[in-house]
T-cell receptor, first 114, second 115 residues
């Protein structure tokens, strides 16, 4: 069975600073990788996904993530954050051939301060 | 932009009562899911549904739970006899057929409180 670890439960940063939210996964088979964002009182919105091909994937709102198979990581980055990026960020995996069932990490609360 | 909707946003019930959580997936989607998140814990997969039948379910999804697509638009989760530990946020999701089946679109959730 697969699992996802988000190492930081909270990440406070100042506006316009860079940020990295860490995600590590464990699986015995090939996986698809996702980052979702949840703004207050809203559902989970897909930021980006890795299925295959280039290990650097770009998503919405200026976010990107890099798949590192040897380190089983999929860290999310943004070079300059805005106040509006304040939200909960979830890393998730699904095993190839698993009916697309998602396994989530516990989430990282990103707080961007002025 | 089409979105997944869920009703009610908050449901309070007494232990032992039946609840039905409702979801309207995006209209041309064919795959449907329920997840839940107990306060302070991870979002957990409950069940996936395709072609009018359950395609996969987790250990959490025991005989107290059932899902149904009663018409062409709604997708429901029923809990037959609620327990205190069923208190959680329940998320519905749907995904299209074809090359983007891997991308699930989530609703805003229903917060279920069991007293």
């Amino acid at each position: 069975a697969q699992s996802v670890t988000q190492l930081d439960s909270q990440v406070p940063v100042f506006e316009e600073a860079p940020v990295e939210l860490r995600c590590n996964y464990s699986s015995s088979v090939s996986v698809y990788l996702f980052w979702y964002v949840q703004y207050p009182n809203q559902g989970l919105q897909l930021l980006l996904k890795y299925l295959s091909g280039s290990t650097l994937v770009k998503g919405i709102n200026g976010f990107e993530a890099e798949f590192n198979k040897s380190q089983t990581s999929f860290h999310l980055r943004k070079p300059s954050v805005h106040i509006s990026d304040t939200a909960e960020y979830f890393c998730a995996v699904s095993e190839v051939g698993s009916n697309y069932k998602l396994t989530f990490g516990k989430g990282t609360l990103l707080t961007v301060n002025p | 932009e089409p979105e997944v909707t869920q009703t009610p946003s908050h449901q309070v019930t007494q232990m032992g009562q039946e609840v039905i959580l409702r979801c309207v997936p995006i209209s041309n989607h064919l795959y449907f899911y329920w997840y839940r998140q107990i306060l302070g814990q991870k979002v957990e997969f409950l069940v996936s549904f395709y072609n009018n039948e359950i395609s996969e379910k987790s250990e959490i999804f025991d005989d107290q739970f059932s899902v149904e697509r009663p018409d062409g638009s709604n997708f429901t989760l029923k809990i037959r006899s609620t327990k205190l530990e069923d208190s959680a946020m329940y998320f519905c999701a749907s995904s299209p057929a074809g090359r983007n089946t891997d991308t699930q679109y989530f609703g805003p959730g229903t917060r279920l409180t069991v007293l």
